[in-house]
């Protein structure tokens, strides 16, 4: 089973599941799955990426909020929160994640597919707004907000195959 990362680069945000096997590792990045091997070299901040086969050296540094990373003279600031796989309530529903930086995350009651996304990061939501549809088991199931808030970022797309507990989306 995957460990899923939410990761925000400078200001983009961005969902990725890792998987660990006695072959290797792998991540999944915006839907598609890539082979990956990161060590580090030495005490030093350098680290050998190794990403579908192809070698890139990188430099990571830990910050107070993450990690600062410089792939190919380019720098990205890197936050991480691991989403945590939420558990079921007495009455059967999958609640919604609270972060430490005070972001509600919208979980995936079931496995399914993304049928339709009805908000876009900045959309304003209220209490029972439809968010987004998923089918599951030949059902349509329309997903709404506990809260209300911003919207601060869409992880899923349409037609995206999800697992129960899978982030969808974030709100503050």
């Not at 096997?21 to 890539?34: V, Y």
């Not at 059967?92 to 339709?116: F, H, N, R, Y």
């Not at 329309?142 to 989306?169: I, M």
Request: aromatic residues 4%; hydrophobic residues 40%; negative net charge.
């Amino acid at each position: 089973m995957a460990t899923k990362y939410r990761l925000k680069l400078g200001d983009h945000d961005v969902s990725v599941d890792i998987e660990e096997d006695a072959s290797g590792a792998r991540a999944r990045i915006d839907g598609a799955w890539h082979e990956i091997s990161l060590e580090r070299v030495g005490d030093s901040a350098q680290h050998s990426l190794i990403l579908d086969g192809k070698p890139t050296q990188l430099f990571a540094e830990q910050t107070s909020h993450g990690y600062c990373i410089v792939i190919g003279g380019r720098t990205y600031d890197v936050t991480a929160n691991r989403a945590a796989r939420p558990r079921r309530t007495a009455h059967g529903e999958i609640p919604t994640i609270q972060t430490a930086d005070g972001e509600w995350v919208l979980a995936s009651p079931m496995a399914g597919v993304v049928q339709k996304i009805v908000v876009a990061p900045n959309d304003v939501v209220e209490a029972g707004d439809v968010l987004l549809v998923i089918e599951g088991m030949k059902m349509q199931n329309e997903l709404r907000a506990r809260h209300g808030g911003r919207v601060k970022a869409v992880y899923a797309s349409v037609g995206q195959q999800l697992e129960q507990g899978t982030p969808l989306l974030a709100l503050a």
